[in-house]
């Protein structure tokens, strides 16, 4: 009797090892063709691809929203920036005809300029976000990110190159910057001297040398710029 009862102890353990056994592979497949599927979402991610939609359930469900989203930022702000740049290329605020049109307040020109100093402002510094530590440890904590699937968030984004890519971006877009800047200098200079110079015979003329002087000053050093629009697209 006693042998049966062993033999039927030994039986239901070893059943109960099985089932163990089973359910634990099923979860590490389980686990490992979610972590697939994250992988296939995130490859295909590009530029003409910014789908946010969260097809997974779970911590990885967790990583692939905010993956998707922080590649839809950096796309949507790389875009954002180079319209702006082609934008500011296209303009001829230091010509005669708009200082003819637009002059002497240069109101419409100053809008658009630092309307585009503005909206780059704004992207740079959501760029930034993406490659700064402390945002990205309160991003991944607002969304209940921790332990090994930090880690993993982590390998994503190295992998993608996003922090190397926001550098090169901020890097490139310093000369972009100061030309923008000089040109709203050179309009604010004419603004606030509104009464020193007038045009005459196509030119820009003043009956002061000092403010001529300052003035050439200032559009020289922009001349000597570049844009910073070449290989931004």
């Keep these: 009797m006693k042998k049966k009862s062993l033999l039927i102890t030994i039986i239901i353990l070893v059943v109960i090892a099985i089932i163990v056994i089973g359910v634990s592979l099923f979860l590490a497949y389980k686990d490992i063709d979610a972590r697939n599927q994250l992988i296939a979402q995130i490859n295909a991610l590009n530029e003409n691809n910014l789908n946010t939609e969260v097809t997974l359930e779970g911590d990885y469900g967790l990583i692939e929203k905010v993956v998707k989203e ?6 949507e702000s790389i875009n954002k920036l180079r319209d702006n740049y082609d934008k500011l290329s296209s303009l001829a ?17 100053l809008e658009t300029l630092n309307t585009i100093k503005t909206e780059n402002e704004n992207m740079l510094a959501a760029l930034n976000d993406l490659a700064d530590d402390v945002k990205i440890e309160e991003k991944l904590a607002a969304n209940n990110i921790t332990g090994e699937n ?30 923008l800047g000089s040109l709203i200098d050179v309009l604010t200079y004419l603004k ?38 070449e290989g931004q697209n």
Aim: a negative charge; aromatic letters at 14%.
């Design 192 to 229: 606030d001297n509104k009464n020193e110079w007038f045009i005459e015979n196509g030119a820009l003329k003043s009956k002061s040398q000092a403010f001529i002087d300052q003035y050439n000053q200032k559009v020289q050093a922009i001349e000597g710029m570049e844009t910073a629009t």
């Design 93 to 109: 605020v230091l010509n005669i005809e708009n200082f003819e049109n637009d002059g002497s307040e240069f109101a419409a020109s």
């Design 150 to 179: 930090k880690s993993l968030y982590r390998e994503i984004i190295t992998e993608l190159k996003l922090k190397e890519g926001v550098v090169k971006i901020k890097e490139s877009d310093t000369k972009f910057s100061t030309y």
């Design 70 to 75: 922080d590649y839809k930022t950096y796309y």
